[in-house]
Nanobody, 123 residues
Framework: VQLQASGGGFVQAGGSLRLSCAAS????????IGWFRQAPGKEREFVAT????????YYSDSVKGRFTITRDNAKNTVYLQMNSLKPGDTAVYFC?????????????????WGQGTLVTVSS
């Protein structure tokens, strides 16, 4: 499966952005999707994950209550709605996929990765 992340940009603290992860190539509904981010000089970290049906969802503590992950299998797309953005959310955001009915918070479990989209939050 090929993944294309988009929707990043520049926003002031307190603002919102919606990221999209569009998939192609295989049956999207068979895949769990995760969002990860990597800030300059830091390791890649887990943000959110959603299972194939959209029922099982997990968030990192740092984004819980501010970010919402959803998916539309008819459109082969997963979304990450990011509200109340903080400067600490500044990073390149990646979406990743794994063919599984489970969900995973470890980056090593994911088989396919998109190219990343940059989110910059100014104070």
């Amino acid at each position: 499966v090929q993944l294309q992340a988009s929707g990043g940009g520049f926003v002031q603290a307190g603002g919102s952005l919606r990221l999209s992860c569009a998939a192609s190539g295989r049956t999207f509904g068979n895949y769990a999707i995760g969002w990860f981010r990597q800030a300059p000089g830091k390791e890649r970290e887990f943000v959110a994950t959603i299972n194939w049906s959209g029922v099982v969802i997990y968030y990192s503590d740092s984004v819980k209550g501010r970010f919402t992950i959803t998916r539309d299998n008819a459109k082969n797309t997963v979304y990450l709605q990011m509200n109340s953005l903080k400067p600490g959310d500044t990073a390149v955001y990646f979406c990743a996929a794994v063919e599984s009915y489970s969900t995973y918070i470890s980056a090593s479990e994911y088989e396919y990765w998109g190219q990343g989209t940059l989110v910059t939050v100014s104070s």
